[in-house]
C-alpha cells in the first residue's frame, strides 16, 4: 500500500487560510469517507483533528475542517494561528482492510 | 476518562526482539481495535497493524509480516506489539492509539522509544 501523496510544506501568515491536500486512490480515500487528519506538535504524539472526513471531535476548533473530492481529501486551516505551526498527517481506511498514513505536511505560520 | 499508557524506552542489538506494552482505561477494552504505528527519527507515520482486543484477532501491514505479533491481555486491558528480528533502521518511537467508530485514531499512548544499536 503506497502512502497518501502529501505536499511536504505549506505555509501562511496569521490570520489567513490554508489547505493540505491529501491524494489517494479509489482503494482508500476515494472508496471510502474513513479519511482523517491529526496534528503532530514536536516531541508530542498525534492528536486527531478530523475523522470521517468531516466530523471534528469535542474540544477541537472549528477553524479546522475537512473535505474530500474523488480520491483527495482536503484539511483547511482559517485563523491561522502561531500554534498551528505544526506536522500534519491524513489518513485512510483501504480495501485490504488496512491503514494508510499520508507522507505529513509541515505548516509554517510566518 | 479514556487513558492509553504506553511502557518504558528500550534498546535493542540487531537481531533481538522488543515487546512493547500499552495499557487502557477509562472505556470498555474489548469494543475498540488498538493500532501501533511508528515514527523513524525525523519521519512521518507508518501504520503497522491492528489488533481487536475482543477476539485477539490481528491485521498486519505486508512489510511487518513475519516478525510482529500484536496480542491482548483482557484480565489487564493491555495490548502488546513484538516486533522480532530488529534492524537500526527499526529505530522509532512507537505509538499505541485506539480507534473510534470511523476507523480513525482518536486517543495515542505517549509512544515508546525503542533504539536498535550495536
Known amino acids: 500500500q503506497s502512502a497518501l501523496t502529501q505536499p511536504a510544506s505549506v505555509s501562511g501568515s496569521p490570520g489567513q487560510s490554508i489547505t493540505i491536500s491529501c491524494t489517494g486512490t479509489?482503494?482508500?480515500?476515494?472508496?471510502?469517507?474513513?479519511v482523517s487528519w491529526c496534528q503532530q506538535l514536536p516531541g508530542r504524539a498525534p492528536k486527531v483533528l478530523i475523522y470521517?472526513?468531516?466530523k471534528r471531535p469535542s474540544g477541537v476548533s472549528n477553524r479546522f475542517s475537512g473535505s474530500k473530492s474523488g480520491n483527495t481529501a482536503s484539511l483547511t486551516i482559517s485563523g491561522l494561528q502561531a500554534e498551528d505551526e505544526a506536522h500534519y498527517y491524513c489518513?485512510?481506511?483501504?480495501?485490504?482492510?488496512?491503514?494508510?498514513f499520508g507522507g505529513g505536511t509541515k505548516l509554517t505560520v510566518l | 476518562q479514556v487513558q492509553v499508557v504506553q511502557s518504558g524506552a528500550e534498546v535493542r542489538k540487531p537481531g533481538a526482539s522488543v515487546k512493547v506494552s500499552c495499557k487502557a482505561s477509562g472505556y470498555t477494552f474489548t469494543t475498540h481495535y488498538m493500532h501501533w504505528v511508528r515514527q523513524a527519527p525525523g519521519q512521518g507515520l507508518e501504520w503497522m497493524g491492528r489488533i481487536n482486543p475482543r477476539d485477539g484477532t490481528t491485521i498486519y501491514a505486508q512489510r511487518f509480516q513475519g516478525r510482529i505479533t500484536m496480542t491482548r491481555d483482557t484480565s489487564t486491558d493491555t495490548v502488546y506489539m513484538e516486533l522480532r528480528s530488529l534492524r537500526s533502521d527499526d529505530t522509532a518511537v512507537y505509538y499505541c492509539a485506539r480507534d473510534n467508530d470511523f476507523h480513525s485514531f482518536d486517543y495515542w499512548g505517549q509512544g515508546t522509544l525503542v533504539t536498535v544499536s550495536s
Open positions: 489518513t485512510s481506511y483501504t480495501s485490504s482492510d488496512s491503514w494508510v
Open positions: 470521517h472526513v468531516i
Open positions: 479509489n482503494s482508500d480515500v476515494g472508496a471510502y469517507n474513513y
